[in-house]
């Protein structure tokens, strides 16, 4: 395969004559164009652009006077021209392209800052499937592009962001941009353009319900730096999507210190736990550690939530993460200030609330605008190496299950509602997973571990260690629902929940011992539900 090569070597400073302008966002650009012209430098511009330069009282050319075609197709043909790329891509120290823009009366153009139609906008808002469509830009990408491969001459801008740094550089240079920028801003352009065309196709992949595109990319946009990673030696930074899901991407912090990569990684999982109990039905409080729940609870109060939340596992609830599906309110807020904890997440805040967390100035408060829709469709990613891992999100409800009684018992209407509890937590929690629950809390959980007899246990232990530190006569796992994610593959799982004084038990079922177990919890009395669907979580 030919390998095109243009061995020139790019000059460091390139003076700016002439700019090519043509954004949708307008911020800041009436100013830019002042400093430009102000420095004698010719615009040349479209659309909305010139007409918002123009009434700044600033000489502007359109681009339908160097190209001689006039825009056309309700603007879809403006910029798409040998006139507009010829000057974005010429190499200016090659005497052919030199030939070529004499012949053809091509104008270098030096700087050209561009940005998108608003397709991701216009998605998030639900718009219908013509009006996606007809917000996918073309010209802009293709300028951003031209601009960016010819670097050597050209500056790119795709971010008002970076506007001051450029009127800093023409200050300091006599009107030139150095090389070390013109690279950044062409790979920050790039950048730009394969986040938006990823968004487009992931968009036509769910549009048409493309399950498997032969392509799939994610794309995000840099919301912050962080010190490091999950340790001190990790570079990191968070990026966001642009999917509107209330949580810890979209919530605004009110105080505290920025997030880390942990804090951020726990806070989603807190968040999305909580969102599985409807405020409307009851309040309920998650404390998550390590991606996994410490305690999970639902009250009478927020504040009662918080409490029984908290009385599961106040040993690991030590610099934690706490999520709440209500507004958080004073007396919450003065309950939780008593503990250490890392960051509270909530759909709001009561300003009384604010001001009691506000003794407490490194804790960070988090105020989401809303709850994350548990059956809401969406994708998930993870890497590994050289590849990455894409599902559809986990969006099964034990609510919308069809629920099968296997046992000659059936269970009590509240061991029923038990193993929902328990069910919704296990979902949330790493696998192998077991939960315990009583009257609407967890009473034990046991997480992440290879053998589901070794989280049957853990759970069983934590449950002791809890009615000790509470002063209880038993644990609270003694009347209680036990949820596993998975199916109970022998019995001696089964028989560990007894021993910890479970009575009714809810599983996926499909195991190839099934009747095993089911003839083990006949045996000893014990209550057992089939869901159908499993939850693994790793």
């Known amino acids: 395969m030919a390998v095109i090569s243009k061995k020139i070597p790019a000059p460091d400073k390139v003076e700016i004559k002439t700019a090519l302008i043509s954004v949708f966002d307008k911020t800041g650009i009436v100013e830019l164009a002042h400093a430009l012209s102000a420095r004698g430098v010719r ?17 502007v050319t359109d681009v339908s006077e160097i190209t001689g075609f006039p825009e056309i197709m309700d603007g879809r043909v403006k910029t798409l021209h040998p006139t507009v790329h010829g000057g974005l891509l010429a190499i200016r120290d090659d005497s052919e392209h030199q030939e070529a823009m004499k012949t053809h009366g091509i104008e270098s153009i030096d700087l050209a800052v561009i940005n998108l139609y608003p397709f991701e906008e216009v998605r998030a808002a ?19 592009r031209a601009s960016a491969k010819n670097h050597a001459y050209v500056t790119i801008l795709t971010d008002p962001a970076d506007y001051a740094e450029l009127t800093e550089q023409l200050s300091a240079d006599d009107g030139k941009t150095g090389y070390a920028f013109r690279q950044r801003m062409a790979a920050k352009a790039y950048a730009r353009t394969a986040a938006y065309d990823a968004m487009i196709s992931n968009w036509f992949a769910e549009a048409l319900s493309i399950d498997t595109p032969h392509h799939r990319v994610i794309g995000g946009a840099l919301k912050e730096e962080m010190r490091y990673g999950e340790n001190p030696h990790q570079k990191a930074a968070f990026y966001v999507t642009g999917e509107k899901r209330p949580g810890v991407s979209t919530a605004t912090l009110l ?8 804090n951020i990684n726990d806070t989603d999982a807190a968040y999305e736990l909580v969102a599985e109990f409807l405020p409307e039905t009851a309040p309920a409080c998650a404390i998550i550690k390590h991606a996994n729940p410490c ?12 409490q029984r ?3 599961c596992d106040s040993v690991s609830a030590f610099g934690g993460i706490i999520a709440l599906n209500r507004t958080l309110d004073a007396e919450t807020a003065e309950e939780i200030v008593k503990l250490f904890t890392e960051v509270i997440i909530a759909p709001d805040v009561t300003e009384e609330a604010k001001a009691i967390v506000a003794r407490k100035p490194n804790l960070r408060l988090l105020s989401a605008g809303g709850l994350p829709d548990p059956r809401a469709a969406g994708l998930t990613a993870k890497t590994v ?33 038990d193993m929902k509890f328990a069910f919704k937590v296990g979902k949330h929690v790493k696998s192998n997973a077991v939960v315990y629950a009583k009257d609407g809390q967890t009473a034990g959980i046991g997480a992440g571990q290879m053998s589901r007899v070794d989280s049957a246990r853990i759970a069983a232990l934590k449950a002791e260690e809890a009615a000790k530190a509470l002063g209880l006569a038993v644990p609270m796992t003694h009347g209680s629902a036990v949820a596993s994610e998975a199916f109970l593959p022998f019995a001696d799982g089964l028989l560990s929940m007894i021993a910890a004084g ?12 099934d009747q095993e177990v089911i003839d083990a919890a006949n045996e000893h009395g014990i209550a057992m539900v089939f869901t159908g669907m499993r939850h693994f979580r790793h």
């Open 43 to 59: 615009l040349l511009s479209t659309g909305g652009t010139y007409k918002a330069i123009t009434a700044a009282g600033l000489a």
């Open 126 to 144: 639900g718009g219908d499937y013509p009006t996606t469509v007809e917000n996918i830009d073309i010209g802009g990408p293709a300028m951003i």
């Open 255 to 262: 105080q505290g210190k920025q997030l880390s990569y942990n």
């Open 295 to 306: 305690g999970v609870a639902t009250g009478s109060s927020l504040v009662e939530a918080y």
């Open 309 to 311: 939340a908290l009385a």
């Open 385 to 417: 190496s050289g590849g990455l891992l894409v599902q559809s999100r986990d969006n099964g409800m034990v609510e919308d299950l069809e629920l099968k009684v296997v046992t000659r018992r059936a269970p009590t209407a509240r061991e029923l509602d």
């Open 502 to 513: 479970a009575t009714a038990v809810i599983q996926p079922g499909g195991s190839m011992r």
